[in-house]
């Protein structure tokens, strides 16, 4: 397939949805990394330090704590 010069908006548009390789890791990649440490620091079971470090990273970037007064 040739690409012409009108074509240019189309492709970039294509790119514009993918990750720029300086992307930061995933949630799942800190989680995994921050389980891994509590199991060095006497965790007993990797699934659950797993999940509380996941619970704990996406109520941190994920959710606002603002308060808000509700009338």
């Known amino acids: 397939m040739e690409v012409t010069?009108?074509?240019i908006?189309?492709?970039s548009i294509y790119f514009q949805e993918e990750l720029s390789l300086?992307?930061?890791p995933s949630?799942?990649?800190w989680a995994w990394i921050i389980a891994e440490g509590?199991?060095?620091d006497s965790g007993?079971?990797?699934d659950y330090e797993y999940e509380q470090a996941w619970h704990s990273l996406d109520a941190e970037f994920?959710?606002?704590y603002e308060y808000?007064?509700?009338?």
Do not use: A, Q
């Open 5 to 7: 010069v009108h074509d």
């Open 9 to 11: 908006d189309e492709v």
């Open 22 to 24: 300086d992307h930061e």
């Open 27 to 29: 949630l799942n990649h």
């Open 38 to 40: 509590e199991m060095e």
């Open 44 to 46: 007993t079971n990797w």
């Open 62 to 64: 994920n959710y606002t």
């Open 68 to 71: 808000r007064e509700v009338v």
